[in-house]
Nanobody, 128 residues
Framework: QVQLVESGGGSVQAGDSLRLSCTVS????????LGWFRQPPGKEREFAAA?????????YYSDSVKGRFTIARDNAKKVVYLQMISLTPEDTAVYYC????????????????????WGQGTQVTVSS
């Protein structure tokens, strides 16, 4: 069983930066993708970013975070990061880390239904 633990959430002002971390409890198969999803208050969970756990570290971003968020991994530490800059109140959400098996189609990674393991979430609140 893979366990994912998020950390780094908090309350910040608009324009600030924040870095989230997702620690993986044990080695996951190289053929996995680690993703970040978020759920704004009163809304459905949505995709933010994803990265392949091995290989060329191909990344994926939603249009809403592209250019402001950067996903990266440290395999030795078993950690996936989400660096967030230029935060706005619209980024307020519970952020979840998740893991999905790799698939031949990249669109697979944009749906939370395809992720097998989930963390408990970390709250990010951005005030104007």
């Amino acid at each position: 069983q893979v366990q994912l633990v998020e950390s780094g959430g908090g309350s910040v002002q608009a324009g600030d930066s924040l870095r989230l971390s997702c620690t993986v409890s044990r080695s996951i198969f190289s053929s996995y993708v680690l993703g970040w999803f978020r759920q704004p208050p009163g809304k459905e969970r949505e995709f933010a970013a994803a990265i392949h756990w091995s290989g060329n570290s191909k990344t994926y971003y939603s249009d809403s975070v592209k250019g402001r968020f950067t996903i990266a991994r440290d395999n030795a530490k078993k950690v996936v990061y989400l660096q967030m800059i230029s935060l706005t109140p619209e980024d307020t959400a519970v952020y979840y880390c998740a893991a999905a098996p790799t698939y031949y189609s990249d669109t697979f990674y944009y749906s939370d239904r395809n992720y097998q393991y989930w963390g408990q979430g970390t709250q990010v609140t951005v005030s104007s």
